[in-house]
């Protein structure tokens, strides 16, 4: 989290957040939680930008 919002490293994946986990579930339209290695095979798409994904999972919990 640190290395996202305060030194803005554009490539870090926090796969043990619940709240990315529970956003990349509602995104993808998952029954279940990801797992973490669910949640790595995800984001290797989103590679060099991990963190906006990051972000994107948990702003996708503020919409309802």
Partial sequence: MFAIFFVRF???MVTGDLGVQKGCAKIYALRATPTKLKMES???TWTPYRSLGA???WKALEET
């Fill in 42 to 44: 995800i984001a290797k």
């Fill in 55 to 57: 972000m994107l999972c």
């Fill in 10 to 12: 554009a490539d870090i």
